[in-house]
């Protein structure tokens, strides 16, 4: 019986190369990336099992690109192994298509307890997180929905890109569109979540999580 194929991508080098030495004799290690983007074309060249990535990666975070494969109609199994220890961010995941959730707290052979459950079909929720999770879930539930800002697909992808800096001309490149779309888009998701700033912009960008930078000191007000 084959080895399950599992792909890792994590932007932080020393974390990967931990990673991969930790699977290498569990798993068929097909490959390493560093950011939401590059998991993409990955994910369709390798055809792995698994994908265990962060959420937190630059160009495109990684419950976006977990959105984009399950559009995509890719099967691999994705598990989260992160940082964001909030019952929201694992809530989050799974509605984005994971099957698993682990903190980088957690020990190693979780991870491969982990990719085990969810080859077999099952869900895997660190137990470090487990209670607060189902609170949430149940806290959810019984509570009226509350209203928030619904940003499109493409809107988070170009949110995501100028909070981490990027100019306009860099963001239409990396999309693929014209920059007078990605203005557009700016101003469109300034005047929804009611700021006027890119300081501001940048600031509901974190909060949301889709970065996890410290505001620049010298970011201009434009």
């Known amino acids: 019986m ?45 055809k792995p099992d698994v994908i265990v990535a962060d959420i937190s990666m630059p160009l495109l975070n990684g419950l976006d690109a977990a959105r984009h494969l399950k559009r995509a109609g890719a099967t691999a199994k994705i598990i989260f192994l992160t940082m964001h220890a909030e019952a929201q961010f694992a809530a989050e995941a799974f509605r984005a298509g994971a ?28 137990p470090l997180i487990t209670r607060d999770v189902l609170s949430f879930l149940m806290g959810a539930a019984g509570e009226p929905e509350q209203p928030s800002v619904k940003l499109t697909p493409r809107q988070r992808e170009v949110l995501q890109l100028i909070a981490e800096g990027r100019t306009m001309k860099e963001v239409a490149s990396i999309l693929n569109i014209s920059a007078r779309t990605v203005e557009s888009h700016k101003y469109e998701m300034m005047d929804a979540i009611g700021v006027q700033t890119n300081a501001e912009l940048v600031q509901y960008a974190i909060k949301i999580g889709l970065v996890t930078i410290s505001l620049p000191p010298n970011l201009s007000a434009q």
Not at 6 to 32: M, N, Y
Not at 102 to 121: F, N
């Open 99 to 126: 099957s698993g959730y682990l903190l980088k707290s957690s020990a190693g052979e979780e991870l491969i307890t982990a990719i085990h459950e969810v080859i077999k079909g099952r869900a895997y929720v660190t």
């Open 2 to 46: 084959s080895k399950p194929r599992v792909l890792l991508a994590d932007d932080h080098t020393i974390v990967a190369e931990g990673l991969r030495s930790l699977l290498e004799g569990e798993f068929e290690f097909v490959g390493t990336v560093g950011d939401g983007r590059a998991l993409l074309d990955a994910a369709q060249k390798l």
